[in-house]
């Protein structure tokens, strides 16, 4: 068991504040067992566990852990709706890594074949939570004040960290806007100094871009120095991989050029070295991965203390089926669900030694690119057969094994697994930040080739356990010919595969709506559609959820999404 942070969080849904960014999906209210906000709020332990709330809104859905039906968000599935959970369908399973095939009556089959409409259920669900999460936020810095503070006695208690504490919400709040941005273009926005209970207005791409940025550039003064914040929580070294991320897309999202603030931030976090890379892949996937000084922000995951059916519980039981615990240690026992396997673009991305499972090796040991995690006993490559349409059939795709609920020593915490996992979700990470930095430059943010040609062979050296990360007889160093944008789209589906960034990557690439096919894309199911073709550009935005106009007559729905 480990001392996660979202632990402490107090048992209270204080959700009335978002209804009108909620509507009719009925957030849960007070009743007589619950805690007001006065109550909440009375305790510097208050304090801290409302705060602990924000956090856990990216990891948890309800108050009682797993699906224990005390959701947050009372009329949508608990399981299926997890934010990073629904962020895996968008990002993931509309792309050329995943093909899903559970849940169609939530619309996994409009990801697969890339047809998505306003009603079509799953694209609201990170609308809605990207919201709560912000409405938590809101509702935590109206309450941490000085003001609100001297006025409960808590001041004293409180004044070296409440400044810390607002600009952690800050930047939750911030990385929330960014996802809306990223996914919707456009959004309602309300902030803490609004009224509760009014009918936000609708911002702009740019709007929203510009104010999670001036947000993330003011709120690091606050933060703890990058690798000295508690886990769990963040540090000026989030902050910095948020802006580069947001400057790296900012050409897409608002057709302005901030290649050199990408290049700047990302290597900020590696000159700083306070969030090296993990000597080891594997290892950052594991339920020990709490020790692991390359997660910048981690979400927390706890198999007693912090259940829940998305972060890494989904995906490990999504990828694997039970029966293949047979041949490695799950760490979860039998309990895999296989609702989803490996397109043919993703394993193809790995050298052929790499790409299937030995029995007598389930760790990967002797492959060249450690990063290559499929189970293939028993499976074909392809997600299809000649001759049939789509079936719903896990053994056609490879499995995916790289995230295990076992410990670096290979160990499983308890025999036969847990229920629930430990593995810790890694929301930002150092890798991340190297091969943001090789493509800044490479687009022309500065630094030079050489540099861009370090950074990356620094990631595929760690990959191959070669150079000073161990002595393989391959290395994974490239050379600078070798060095092009396709090569860091490819490494980056190498490196972050579902890690929730594909469809980002595609999309900046220009190779999401057209010019690059995978398998079922603009597919319709039947004989022969698994090939992909081009589909509609209005696919690079998804529409903002048709539930959401019947309560805010303020909004306009992306291009060519109103009939």
């Not at 107090?10 to 909620?22: D, E, H, L, P, R």
């Not at 001041?155 to 607002?166: E, G, P, T």
């Not at 007889?473 to 490239?478: E, H, Q």
């Given at each position: 068991?480990?001392?996660?942070?979202?632990?402490?969080?107090?048992?209270?849904?204080?959700?009335?504040?978002?209804?009108?960014?909620?509507?009719?999906l009925d957030t849960k209210p007070l009743d007589n067992t619950e805690l007001t906000g006065n109550q909440v709020y009375s305790t510097a332990?208050?304090?801290?566990?409302?705060?602990?709330?924000?956090?856990?809104?990216?990891?948890?859905?309800?108050?009682?852990?797993?699906?224990?039906?005390?959701?947050?968000?009372?009329?949508?599935?608990?399981?299926?709706?997890?934010?990073?959970?629904?962020?895996?369908?968008?990002?993931?399973?509309?792309?050329?890594?995943?093909?899903?095939?559970?849940?169609?009556?939530?619309?996994?089959?409009?990801?697969?074949?890339?047809?998505?409409?306003?009603?079509?259920?799953?694209?609201?669900?990170?609308?809605?939570?990207?919201?709560?999460?912000?409405?938590?936020?809101?509702?935590?810095?109206?309450?941490?004040?000085?003001?609100?503070?001297?006025?409960?006695?808590?001041?004293?208690?409180?004044?070296?960290?409440?400044?810390?504490?607002?600009?952690?919400?800050?930047?939750?709040?911030?990385?929330?806007?960014?996802?809306?941005?990223?996914?919707?273009?456009?959004?309602?926005?309300?902030?803490?100094?609004?009224?509760?209970?009014?009918?936000?207005?609708?911002?702009t791409r740019k709007e929203i871009f510009d104010y999670a940025v001036s947000e993330s550039l003011d709120l690091m003064k606050d933060l703890?120095?990058?690798?000295?914040?508690?886990?769990?929580?963040?540090?000026?070294?989030?902050?910095?991989?948020?802006?580069?991320?947001?400057?790296?897309?900012?050409?897409?999202?608002?057709?302005?050029?901030?290649?050199?603030?990408?290049?700047?931030?990302?290597?900020?976090?590696?000159?700083?070295?306070?969030?090296?890379?993990?000597?080891?892949?594997?290892?950052?996937?594991?339920?020990?991965?709490?020790?692991?000084?390359?997660?910048?922000?981690?979400?927390?995951?706890?198999?007693?203390?912090?259940?829940?059916?998305?972060?890494?519980?989904?995906?490990?039981?999504?990828?694997?089926?039970?029966?293949?615990?047979?041949?490695?240690?799950?760490?979860?026992?039998?309990?895999?669900?296989?609702?989803?396997?490996?397109?043919?673009?993703?394993?193809?991305?790995?050298?052929?030694?790499?790409?299937?499972?030995?029995?007598?090796?389930?760790?990967?040991?002797?492959?060249?690119?450690?990063?290559?995690?499929?189970?293939?006993i028993g499976h074909t490559k392809n997600t299809w057969a000649e001759g049939q349409g789509w079936q719903k059939d896990f053994t056609q795709?490879?499995?995916?094994?790289?995230?295990?609920?076992?410990?670096?020593?290979?160990?499983?915490?308890?025999?036969?697994?847990?229920?629930?996992?430990?593995?810790?979700?890694?929301?930002?990470?150092?890798?991340?930040?190297?091969?943001?930095?090789?493509?800044?430059?490479?687009?022309?943010?500065?630094?030079?080739?050489?540099?861009?040609?370090?950074?990356?062979?620094?990631?595929?050296?760690?990959?191959?356990?070669?150079?000073?990360?161990?002595?393989?007889?391959?290395?994974?160093?490239?050379?600078?010919?070798?060095?092009?944008?396709?090569?860091?789209?490819?490494?980056?589906?190498?490196?972050?595969?579902?890690?929730?960034?594909?469809?980002?990557?595609?999309?900046?690439?220009?190779?999401?709506?057209?010019?690059?096919?995978?398998?079922?894309?603009?597919?319709?199911?039947?004989?022969?559609?698994?090939?992909?073709?081009?589909?509609?550009?209005?696919?690079?935005?998804?529409?903002?959820?048709?539930?959401?106009?019947?309560?805010?007559?303020?909004?306009?729905?992306?291009?060519?999404?109103?009939?």
């Open positions: 068991m480990k001392n996660t942070f979202i632990h402490i969080l107090t048992a209270v849904a204080m959700t009335g504040f978002i209804y009108s960014c909620m509507g009719d332990t208050g304090y801290k566990g409302m705060l602990a709330k924000c956090y856990a809104s990216l990891i948890l859905t309800g108050q009682q852990g797993g699906d224990g039906g005390d959701r947050d968000i009372s009329n949508m599935d608990e399981g299926y709706s997890g934010f990073t959970r629904c962020l895996f369908y968008l990002q993931e399973a509309s792309t050329d890594e995943i093909a899903f095939h559970a849940g169609s009556s939530h619309g996994t089959k409009a990801m697969l074949f890339m047809n998505w409409n306003p009603s079509t259920e799953i694209i609201s669900y990170p609308y809605y939570r990207a919201y709560l999460s912000i409405g938590y936020c809101n509702e935590f810095l109206r309450q941490c004040t000085e003001e609100k503070l001297k006025s409960r006695g808590l001041y004293d208690q409180l004044s070296d960290v409440y400044k810390q504490y607002r600009s952690e919400a800050r930047l939750i709040r911030a990385y929330c806007y960014n996802v809306i941005c990223d996914l919707y273009g456009s959004g309602p926005f309300i902030d803490e100094t609004m009224e509760t209970g009014i009918i936000p207005k609708q911002k703890p120095d990058a690798g000295q914040g508690e886990y769990g929580r963040t540090d000026k070294a989030a902050a910095w991989f948020l802006l580069a991320r947001m400057y790296l897309n900012a050409y897409t999202w608002t057709g302005e050029d901030h290649y050199a603030d990408a290049y700047e931030y990302s290597t900020k976090i590696i000159k700083d070295g306070s969030h090296p890379l993990e000597g080891d892949y594997r290892n950052i996937f594991l339920a020990d991965n709490s020790t692991c000084r390359e997660i910048i922000w981690g979400l927390d995951q706890d198999a007693d203390n912090a259940q829940g059916s998305a972060g890494t519980n989904f995906l490990i039981k999504a990828l694997v089926n039970g029966s293949m615990n047979n041949y490695y240690l799950t760490g979860i026992g039998t309990r895999g669900w296989g609702n989803c396997r490996a397109k043919t673009n993703l394993v193809n991305l790995f050298d052929g030694h790499d790409q299937t499972f030995n029995e007598n090796d389930p760790w990967g040991d002797g492959k060249y690119d450690k990063r290559a995690q499929f189970f293939s795709g490879y499995a995916i094994i790289k995230w295990r609920n076992v410990t670096k020593n290979r160990e499983e915490l308890a025999e036969g697994g847990t229920v629930y996992s430990s593995v810790d979700y890694p929301l930002f990470r150092t890798a991340d930040a190297y091969l943001m930095a090789a493509e800044a430059i490479l687009r022309g943010g500065g630094g030079t080739r050489s540099e861009a040609l370090s950074y990356v062979n620094e990631v595929r050296d760690r990959a191959y356990l070669s150079g000073k990360y161990g002595n393989s007889p391959v290395s994974g160093g490239i050379t600078d010919s070798q060095l092009t944008l396709g090569f860091i789209l490819d490494e980056r589906g190498r490196e972050l595969y579902t890690e929730n960034i594909r469809r980002t990557d595609l999309i900046r690439f220009g190779k999401y709506t057209s010019g690059y096919n995978w398998d079922w894309k603009g597919g319709d199911g039947s004989e022969g559609s698994h090939i992909g073709k081009d589909v509609d550009d209005k696919y690079k935005l998804f529409p903002i959820p048709e539930t959401e106009f019947t309560t805010n007559p303020n909004l306009s729905q992306n291009p060519d999404y109103t009939d």
